[in-house]
């Protein structure tokens, strides 16, 4: 059921004096409580003995909109299923399940507004939540009396309430970081929720692990598919240890907590080398890691894996093929230049091609490339890197990316002396690369003469193939947003479910939409005029330039994502180009 709107919601103690379930006295005595102990208004009236709990969830049940199961008549208590969740999700957070229905699980839950339980619990039970508010003290005499009232936690759990850590038997530094965390390994605590945490990230799909400490407890998040998930809130209590091992891990200072450092873990799991890119930044409750999940598969899915449409991916396999010239990938933080450039190499590594690369930092290993790890504090920066490398006779040259004119103009050098140069930019789009560049310093004419290509990226969500279905009535608002008309989407455009396979998402994988701007001697001229990018646009566009809105367009149509994914990069799009209009 749909919650009502924050601004029609009535307040708690107006719906308990209408059903005449406290006086007003009753009420003002519990509002003097709320204000000095800081407790909820429910809380206050139940500990005077205004009310019941079920009196308060009641309440709640109709300021929020949602159904209420008061759990005291047997119809009320059949519709529970207690094998649809985890014994631990349900002692630990006082839940009852009732059943799973298309993707959607019943819930009986006791606080309508613990937004973060809901979302964790979502990850857990790996669906989508139809939540029904009960009593606290009905859920737990129910749970007690089928699963006893004991505090032991399931093993499905990532922490137990009885792990001791207050004796630091983690922090041991004889302990390899490179054993195989699916062994028996270190037997402290500690190092077991360290390696659960890893494992099952991994097997979950998850690209980054994050561990952040908050006021009162330590929150980790899994980001799956590009969208950050919450896993568990750990005990405060546990923070130092688990630090400290996190660290001890991935090779750096466990002493230091007030400068950013950064390491990395190598470690075995399912038979598979991974490794693990790992930051530590300082925040105000603490330390703030995240360990960067590196599959050496992820970027040897090949070519036609990262979505390209055989138009693009025809011109890409010309590009990448030409002697020289500079072939630029752009797009923010995450959206997969890096794999689309190593699938290049991957299709180009061969025996009669000497690669090159200068990279900050090293993330993926290849055999047969020259790999350079960028090492600022002893002077070795991409400008040395790069300028040692031509002198080697490359074939290809890769640089991680560009970020400054001095770089750039090496760049463009290598280009114009017969390398081939791949690298990357942070740009919105592909002909925003040349106006960056020529921002940077560097002379129009050299830009406009030594690039071959831009294109732009993005990634979005892939539709589960197992539950994802027609829809049959999209929403008309997200079609003009992603420039379909409803006569063009009848029958094509397909909506996310959910399902088990997906763990509720409705979505599962990801591939990208493209930008492909090749330069021609219009842009060129162009460029070297210093035209306004909304010009070079649509005449990059008038050329044959497909935009990302575009290419969105044929995946929606395609049925391989939906109109909201796409929606997300197409209201970007739309804004970015009525602001250079409007320039």
Do not use: Y
């Given at each position: 059921?749909?919650?009502?709107?924050?601004?029609?919601?009535?307040?708690?103690?107006?719906?308990?004096?209408?059903?005449?379930?406290?006086?007003?006295?009753?009420?003002?005595?519990?509002?003097?409580?709320?204000?000095?102990?800081?407790?909820?208004l429910g809380?206050?009236?139940?500990?005077?003995?205004?009310?019941?709990?079920?009196?308060?969830?009641?309440?709640?049940?109709?300021?929020?909109?949602?159904?209420?199961?008061?759990?005291?008549?047997?119809?009320?208590?059949?519709?529970?299923?207690?094998e649809a969740a985890p014994k631990d999700l349900v002692r630990k957070h006082l839940i009852l399940p009732c059943g799973m229905s298309s993707g959607r699980m019943r819930l009986l839950v006791h606080d309508p507004m613990d937004l973060e339980l809901l979302d964790l619990l979502r990850f857990r039970l790996k669906a989508e939540l139809d939540t029904v508010l009960a009593p606290r003290s009905a859920l737990k005499a129910f749970i007690d009396e089928q699963l006893g009232s004991g505090q032991a936690v399931a093993a499905e759990s990532l922490v137990t309430e009885s792990i001791d850590v207050s004796v630091d038997r983690s922090v041991d530094r004889s302990v390899d970081a490179s054993v195989d965390i699916g062994g028996g390994g270190d037997d402290a605590p500690i190092v077991k929720l360290v390696n659960k945490l890893i494992v099952e990230a991994v097997r979950g799909r998850a690209s980054d692990i994050h561990v952040e400490p908050m006021d009162d407890r330590v929150v980790v998040r899994y980001r799956i598919d590009g969208v950050c998930h919450v896993r568990d809130n750990l005990p405060k209590r546990m923070q130092p240890a688990l630090l400290a091992r996190l660290k001890l891990m991935a090779g750096v200072n466990i002493a230091e907590k007030r400068i950013p450092q950064d390491g990395r873990i190598k470690l075995e799991i399912d038979e598979a080398m991974v490794d693990f890119r790992v930051s530590c930044c300082p925040a105000y409750y603490g330390e703030s890691v995240v360990l960067r999940v590196l599959r050496p598969d992820s970027v040897r899915i090949g070519l036609t894996n990262l979505g390209f449409e055989q138009d693009h991916l025809d011109t890409f396999n010309r590009i990448i093929r030409r002697p020289n010239g500079i072939f630029l990938v752009t797009g923010p933080t995450g959206s997969g230049k890096t794999t689309t450039l190593y699938s290049a190499l991957d299709?180009?590594?061969?025996?009669?091609r000497k690669i090159i690369t200068a990279e900050d930092p090293v993330e993926y290993s290849f055999a047969g490339i020259n790999q350079c790890q960028v090492r600022d504090s002893i002077g070795l920066t991409f400008p040395a890197i790069l300028r040692s490398m031509l002198r080697q006779a490359p074939n290809i040259v890769l640089i991680g990316e560009i970020r400054d004119r001095e770089v750039a103009d090496i760049a463009i050098q290598a280009a114009l002396t017969g390398h081939l140069v791949f690298s990357t930019l942070h740009t919105n789009d592909a002909p925003s690369a040349l106006t960056r560049l020529v921002d940077m310093g560097v002379k129009p004419y050299l830009a406009a003469s030594s690039i071959q290509a831009v294109m732009a990226q993005r990634l979005i969500r892939v539709l589960c193939p197992k539950c994802s279905e027609v829809d049959t009535e999209p929403d008309p608002k997200v079609l003009r947003l992603v420039d379909i008309d409803p006569s063009e989407a009848e029958g094509k455009v397909h909506r996310a479910v959910g399902c088990s396979a997906c763990g509720g998402l409705g979505y599962k994988g990801r591939k990208a939409i493209f930008e492909f701007m090749q330069m021609s001697t219009e842009l060129r001229e162009m460029a070297f005029a210093r035209a306004p990018v909304s010009e070079m646009r649509q005449a990059a566009i008038r050329a044959g330039m497909r935009t990302l809105l575009g290419d969105g367009k044929l995946k929606i149509l395609g049925g391989v994502t939906s109109t909201e994914e796409i929606a997300r990069f197409a209201q970007a799009d739309t804004m970015l180009a009525s602001n250079m209009d409007s320039e």
């Open positions: 059921m749909a919650r009502k709107s924050s601004k029609t919601r009535r307040k708690l103690g107006e719906i308990l004096l209408e059903a005449d379930v406290i006086t007003e006295e009753e009420l003002d005595a519990g509002l003097t409580l709320v204000k000095g102990s800081g407790k909820r809380e206050c009236l139940i500990e005077s003995g205004a009310c019941s709990d079920t009196d308060v969830s009641r309440a709640l049940a109709e300021q929020f909109g949602m159904e209420f199961n008061a759990l005291s008549s047997s119809d009320e208590l059949a519709e529970i299923d207690l299709v180009l590594n061969r025996p009669d």
